[in-house]
């Protein structure tokens, strides 16, 4: 893969998707999100370039596009990221992964047949499980090892309400544990 754009990168999974791409061969990694102060953070985690939503035209020739956020700012997204594009022939595929910002994205359909853009998911069923199962062992020797910062925090299933409370000052991962 030669350049991806992690959308939603500032939240814990776009930061993580970043440093596995990184890890895994992408030669250039743009991380896009709403905070400044944590897009600084995912470029210390190796993002190639940082953007905020509103400048996704220096996103533009990317390859893959992993979307975490989908709803209207992805509806912007898609149709920046398209008519910045130096060549529309050139394929573009963009994952969508999560829906933090809605379930529903209008999409013009004037973006999709004007470019060559292919919508895929990435739930169960959109990826055999060959292929997850091929490359786990990778990414679990990669997790054993320390080579990703992960920001998670194990807590007791029995405080869950604390937790939960507490999660809103916090930006770590909050694993539930029995």
């Known amino acids: 893969m030669r350049a991806l754009l992690v959308l939603g990168a500032t939240g814990n999974a776009g930061r993580m998707a970043v440093q596995v791409a990184k890890r895994f061969g992408a030669a250039h990694v743009v991380a896009a999100g709403r905070d400044p102060d944590r897009l600084a953070e995912v470029a210390a985690l190796?993002?190639?370039v940082t953007c905020t939503?509103?400048?996704l035209d220096r996103a533009?020739?990317?390859?893959v596009v992993l979307?975490?956020?989908?709803?209207e700012p992805t509806a912007r997204a898609l149709v920046d990221v398209l008519t910045a594009r130096r060549d529309r022939?050139?394929?573009?595929?963009w994952i969508e992964i999560g829906s933090v910002a809605g379930p529903a994205a209008?999409?013009?359909s004037a973006a999709l047949r004007s470019a060559r853009v292919q919508l895929v998911g990435s739930g169960i069923g959109s990826v055999p499980g060959r292929d997850f199962l091929a490359e786990l062992p990778q990414l679990a020797a990669a997790v054993a090892d320390g080579a990703f910062d992960v920001?998670?925090?194990a807590v007791p299933l029995a405080d869950v309400e604390q937790a939960?409370?507490?999660a809103a000052d916090s930006t770590d991962r909050i694993v539930l544990v029995p």
């Open 89 to 93: 022939g050139v394929p573009l595929t």
């Open 164 to 166: 939960w409370t507490a």
């Open 67 to 71: 979307d975490y956020v989908w709803g």
């Open 60 to 63: 533009a020739d990317v390859d």
């Open 53 to 55: 939503l509103d400048e």
């Open 151 to 153: 920001r998670a925090r």
């Open 106 to 108: 209008a999409i013009p």
């Open 46 to 48: 190796g993002a190639d």
